[in-house]
């Protein structure tokens, strides 16, 4: 079978969304290493951005491996939910009341998902990119308009990133069986290692619009 027919199969897209679901897993947790250095102080944060800027290109080769994996998960992810919203029309004893709430509500969640990168690279991406006018990195996350400066964005940053959780708690879990790891001797490994991606690092992105948004303003 060649890798074209590969990848337009219903296994080749699961394995893709697998590899590139993954993969973009470890990147929220480089990630999240990042922002933590906004908890230090501001000069710590803004020196760790620009060391990152300072990278030049590499950061752009980089950049452009994440968008193409964001978008090959989520186009395969809309072909595989099409084709199984067809085959539910047979109605079969593993119906929607015995399946995990986080599988059936996978293609919400990832829509959601999807906005909220959108709207995160169009604000803060383009902010550090192309419009400081003036302002640190610093400033533009924890008291711009479009940063944590505005409880609006903090409530959003907050519901879309606990339904990213949700989200991934599905997907790594799908992940493993579409690598073969359900049912092996790895599974409880893979298991445990999968909870620091759907719980722990999503609530250490939620504990940035939590405190910058909210509890410094009270304290």
């Given at each position: ?35 933590l250095?906004?908890f ?7 020196g ?5 800027h ?10 452009f491996f ?10 395969s ?11 539910k029309?047979?109605?079969s ?5 015995n ?42 996350v ?12 903090s ?15 599905h ?9 073969g790891?359900?049912?092996t001797?790895y ?23 939590v405190?910058?948004?909210f ?5």
């Open positions: 079978m060649s890798i074209i027919k590969l990848l337009t199969s219903s296994v080749g897209r699961k394995i893709l969304m697998a590899i590139t679901g993954l993969s973009l897993s470890l990147f929220m947790a480089f990630h999240l290493f990042g922002n250095f906004l230090v102080g501001e000069a710590a944060f803004n760790y951005v620009e060391k990152l300072k990278l030049g290109f590499l950061i752009r080769i980089a950049e994440l968008v193409l994996f964001v978008f090959s998960h989520a186009y992810g809309i072909l595989l939910w099409l084709k199984n919203r067809k085959a029309k047979v109605i004893s593993y119906s929607k009341e399946t995990p709430g986080a599988a059936r509500y996978a293609a919400f969640t990832g829509s959601i998902v999807f906005i909220f990168l959108a709207t995160h690279w169009s604000t803060f991406w383009y902010k550090f990119n192309f419009d400081l006018r003036g302002m640190s990195y610093y400033y533009v924890t008291e711009s308009s479009v940063g944590f400066g505005s409880p609006l964005v409530i959003f940053y907050i519901i879309a990133i606990a339904l990213l959780g949700y989200h991934l708690k997907g790594i879990a799908s992940a493993g069986q579409t690598l790891i359900v049912g001797k599974e409880k490994t893979y298991n445990n290692v999968a909870a620091i991606f759907w719980f722990w690092i999503p609530l250490g992105f939620i504990s940035i619009p405190w910058f948004g509890i410094v303003r009270i304290i």
